[in-house]
T-cell receptor, first 111, second 116 residues
Framework: KQEVTQIPAALSVPEGENLVLNCSFT??????LQWFRQDPGKGLTSLLL?????REQTSGRLNASLDKSSGRSTLYIAASQPGDSATYLC??????????FGTGTQLKVEL | GAVVSQHPSRVICKSGTSVKIECRSL??????MFWYRQFPKQSLMLMAT?????????EQGVEKDKFLINHASLTLSTLTVTSAHPEDSSFYIC????????????FGSGTQLSVL
């Protein structure tokens, strides 16, 4: 059974800082891994998707890396802004096309 | 980008009543939709996979007679919580994969169910 852990559980940083969110998973037999953003009481927004054959994906200030063999992914956010405040979830896709979600990292970017 | 619409966003009901939640893919056809539930400060847990024109596949521990799923068309899946009880209070979210998006999953905005 896939288990996904995200560290840290919560993070508070001043505006402008670069930061790294970590995700680890126990079963490396994955098809891809997605990073999502969830605002309070809202659904999820897909940020980046990395295929199992890829090492990283970039979108604007976001960069996600994947090391499938070691069961790790990181989400790098450059020059953080207050609007980045949200909960960030990683979710590898495994057998049966099923996603397993981590418990998330709650990010707060302060002015 | 692909849009998944979920309705209602919030519902409060009395114990024993049934509640229907709709999930629509607005600009694409989704042969498969997924239903999740999320308790406060916990992650999303997959409840069931909804397949158009066939029976849903439920995850272990999810009562299929309690959570009825219907996927009658390529753009609509519904989740009905039957005879709701306070312990069913949760945040329910649907999702779907849009074609030609490299397997990305798009989510509805969620439904907060409160059973009194």
């Amino acid at each position: 059974k896939q288990e996904v852990t995200q560290i840290p559980a919560a993070l508070s940083v001043p505006e402008g800082e670069n930061l790294v969110l970590n995700c680890s998973f126990t079963d490396s037999a994955i098809y891809n891994l997605q990073w999502f953003r969830q605002d309070p009481g809202k659904g999820l927004t897909s940020l980046l998707l990395i295929q199992s054959s890829q090492r990283e994906q970039t979108s604007g200030r976001l960069n996600a890396s994947l090391d499938k063999s070691s069961g790790r992914s990181t989400l790098y956010i450059a020059a953080s802004q207050p609007g980045d405040s949200a909960t960030y979830l990683c979710a590898p896709t495994g057998g049966g096309n099923k996603l397993t979600f981590g418990t998330g990292t709650q990010l707060k970017v302060e002015l | 980008g692909a849009v998944v619409s979920q309705h209602p966003s919030r519902v409060i009901c009395k114990s024993g009543t049934s509640v229907k939640i709709e999930c629509r893919s607005l600009d694409f056809q989704a042969t498969t939709m997924f239903w999740y539930r999320q308790f406060p400060k916990q992650s999303l847990m997959l409840m069931a996979t909804s397949n158009e024109g066939s029976k849903a596949t439920y995850e272990q521990g999810v009562e299929k007679d309690k959570f009825l799923i219907n996927h009658a068309s390529l753009t609509l899946s519904t989740l009905t919580v039957t005879s709701a009880h306070p312990e069913d209070s949760s945040f329910y979210i649907c999702s779907a994969r849009a074609p030609a998006t490299n397997e990305k999953l798009f989510f509805g905005s969620g439904t907060q169910l409160s059973v009194l």
